[in-house]
């Protein structure tokens, strides 16, 4: 399964120009709220039309602004699971599954019974959807999302409304309902640990444009710019400069780090993790003296915020240390820890 889209999309001061090609059959793309990201998928299930560009589905053509080919959404084979699932509210469940299937009615009924046996459903047929649970209203969406039987599935931001025991249940159910498709799964979300769940490959996006592409591990390992830095989970972000070609001078505490990843001559910035540092007994390469500046508990660690000894206005290091445990007075930074970033 392959997907090849080059495309562009104005709105206002929004300016939407994304190209990517992939062969995963597990793509999570991940940006901040009005990224475009949303966009992107709209425009892959035909719900909205680009201005101009192509985009090819398993070597489909779905548009092509050039060609002038535009399928309409029931001709793309593309099914769309939107942020709030979207379900007709005057409809009970298994008409909301029989509304994405075209054919006979012998035909639509007989999908529909499997739609249902498939998504744990029974019992379910006759109720409206203000009559079923989160995980019911979701495993509905998707039965109606594959009734017409798409080659590939888009996941717009399916959690996101969602308290954190109920989003950890359907992110279950969704990847086992993901291990029996086989076709390709897209899927949008701001949070790191929803696309990293289900993902191979990750995409990064901002204000429109496509960051950086790559296998998740290699994402987090070296994401590069200081956006894809913050949104995976980069929250100490400071100045620093390169000094070599796996070392770079951090400014504030006069200090040099070594890196694993090399180290861009373009580089001005040093991204570190929250859960990377560790506890150090002394000087050494890549340890730093530090003191605690303030500390906020957590239910299983406590937030440090760290800096130079002496030296509160430096810029400073964000630490989640075990609770329980007295604050070091030294801290190692591995080398794969210690990101460089350019802006």
């Known amino acids: 399964m392959a997907l090849s889209l080059q495309m562009e999309r104005e709105l206002g001061r929004f300016r939407l120009d994304v190209a990517l090609e992939s062969q995963s059959p597990r793509i999570g793309i991940l940006g901040a709220s009005g990224c475009g990201k949303s966009m992107t998928l709209k425009s892959i299930a035909g719900v909205v039309s680009p201005d101009r560009g192509h985009i090819?589905?398993?070597?489909?053509?779905?548009?092509?602004?050039?060609?002038?080919?535009?399928?309409?959404?029931?001709?793309?084979?593309?099914?769309?699971?939107?942020?709030?699932?979207?379900?007709?509210?005057?409809?009970?469940?298994?008409?909301?599954?029989?509304?994405g299937i075209r054919g006979p009615k012998t035909r639509r009924q007989d999908r529909v019974q499997s739609l249902i046996a498939q998504?744990?459903?029974?019992?379910?047929?006759?109720?409206?959807?203000?009559q079923l649970s989160g995980g019911?209203?979701?495993?509905?969406?998707?039965?109606?999302?594959?009734?017409?039987?798409?080659?590939?599935?888009?996941l717009d931001e399916p959690f996101s409304a969602l308290d954190r025991v109920l989003r950890d249940e359907l992110q279950q159910e969704l990847t086992d309902f993901l291990q029996s498709f086989s076709g390709q799964a897209i899927l949008v979300s701001h949070r790191l640990e929803e696309v990293y769940h289900f993902c191979?490959?990750?995409?990064?996006?901002?204000?429109?444009?496509?960051?950086?592409?790559?296998?998740?591990?290699?994402?987090?390992?070296n994401p590069r710019r200081r956006q894809a830095a913050r949104l995976t989970g980069c929250e100490?972000?400071?100045?620093?400069?390169?000094?070599?070609?796996?070392?770079?001078?951090?400014?504030?505490?006069?200090?040099?780090?070594t890196t694993a990843q090399v180290v861009?001559?373009?580089?001005?910035?040093?991204?570190?993790r929250p859960n990377g540092p560790l506890p150090a007994n002394g000087l050494g390469d890549n340890v730093v003296e530090v003191e605690v500046l303030r500390e906020a508990a957590g239910p299983f660690d406590l937030r440090a915020t760290l800096v130079p000894p002496g030296a509160p206005q430096a810029p400073p290091i964000l630490w989640n240390r075990p609770g329980g445990s007295a604050a070091p007075r030294w801290l190692y930074l591995p080398p794969e820890q210690v990101l460089p970033l350019e802006e």
Do not use: C
């Not at 092509?64 to 939107?82: E, M, T």
């Not at 942020?83 to 298994?94: D, G, K, S």
């Not at 400069?241 to 070392?247: D, F, L, S, Y």
């Open 56 to 99: 090819q589905v398993d070597g489909r053509l779905l548009y092509d602004s050039a060609k002038k080919v535009n399928l309409p959404p029931r001709s793309r084979q593309v099914g769309y699971l939107f942020q709030n699932y979207a379900l007709f509210p005057t409809m009970t469940v298994a008409q909301n599954i029989a509304s």
């Open 119 to 130: 998504f744990r459903l029974e019992g379910l047929e006759s109720r409206y959807p203000a």
């Open 136 to 154: 019911q209203q979701q495993r509905v969406a998707l039965a109606r999302m594959m009734a017409p039987e798409p080659l590939t599935i888009l």
């Open 200 to 221: 191979q490959e990750l995409i990064v996006m901002e204000q429109g444009h496509i960051l950086l592409q790559a296998p998740r591990e290699e994402v987090l390992a």
């Open 236 to 257: 100490t972000i400071l100045e620093a400069a390169p000094v070599g070609e796996h070392r770079l001078r951090l400014a504030g505490w006069n200090v040099e780090l």
């Open 264 to 272: 861009s001559p373009d580089a001005t910035l040093v991204g570190i």
